[in-house]
């Protein structure tokens, strides 16, 4: 052993009167990882987060969505599958959702297809409607 550390090392530990010893526990979060962009990565993963475009339905898409709704609502409770855009709420664009139920009724008032179980879709939001098999 070298000669520079001889005057020192036998010596006691030095513990502190004013602070007590720390637990080992305290000791380990000194060295735990530090988040200072707290928030970061849940922004990274939004701006990832791809959006459909709203569309822009063709003339002939249009005629044959009002001729569905013209359809269905000459029917009593149809069972169709709808597809509709929802707009994403934290950035521009969304998705497209296809929805199946049994249509209660046509509200041309509100502008809204209401199913049996509650569940409203805006006339506006329609992409396309598909009358299905009882």
Known sequence: MS????????L?????????PMSNYERAAQF???AALTGFEDEIDEAAR???CRPQLTEDELNSLDEAIQLISQLNKP????TYFVPDEH??????RIYTGILRFLDIGEGKLRFTDNFEILLGDL???KLLEI
């Open 3 to 10: 000669d520079r550390y001889k005057d020192i090392i036998n």
């Open 12 to 20: 006691p530990h030095h513990m502190s009167d004013k602070h007590p």
């Open 32 to 34: 735990s990882p530090f």
């Open 50 to 52: 791809l959006t459909d």
């Open 79 to 82: 069972n169709i599958a709808v």
């Open 91 to 96: 950035k521009s664009g969304g998705a497209f």
């Open 127 to 129: 992409v396309e409607i």
